[in-house]
């Protein structure tokens, strides 16, 4: 196989966003982050790293709603840089910004053992915004493998009332 050929190839299975190939682990985080009434959604597909160095996000998108019952896609997706700073372990709903509209919490693996806390805060109209070198001082957290930082398990509450 020619370099033409494997760059085809992988060309044509990053235009596959909605489906997670096998090996690869998909993180999403779902809320109304426009505050417009529909779910958005923010998904991550990567391949686990097998050492130090993190691997990149094959996807690592922002969907805005509303989305389609089939496969989740948006027609406004737009790249996220969420992938971009370390390999994606986790992606949870927060409330740093003490407005009414979700954050993003990202726990990345950023190589040689550490992990940190990265936070997306939303803006109106536009959804979780770009990493910002401020927030992550503020609201950021570093850890390792095995003391990982904290991260929110109930970031949700502040927007959603329980079912039950």
Request: charged share 25%; hydrophobic share 30%.
């Amino acid at each position: 196989m020619g370099d033409r050929e494997r760059l085809v190839r992988r060309q044509a299975r990053r235009q596959r966003p909605s489906r997670c190939e096998e090996g690869e682990v998909a993180s999403a985080a779902v809320a109304d982050f426009q505050r417009d009434g529909t779910l958005d959604m923010v998904v991550n597909l990567v391949t686990p790293a097998d050492g130090d160095d993190p691997s990149t996000a094959r996807v690592a998108q922002y969907r805005p709603g509303p989305l389609k019952r089939s496969n989740l896609a948006s027609a406004h997706a737009r790249h996220s840089d969420i992938g971009d700073h370390g390999e994606v372990q986790q992606l949870r709903i927060a409330n740093y910004g003490g407005d009414a509209y979700p954050d993003l919490a990202i726990l990345n693996n950023s190589g040689d053992g550490t992990l940190d806390r990265h936070v997306r805060l939303t803006k109106p109209g536009s959804g979780p915004g770009n990493f910002d070198y401020e927030l992550m001082v503020k609201y950021g957290e570093f850890g390792t493998t095995s003391e990982p930082p904290a991260m929110p398990g109930d970031g949700w509450k502040h927007f959603y009332k329980p079912c039950s």
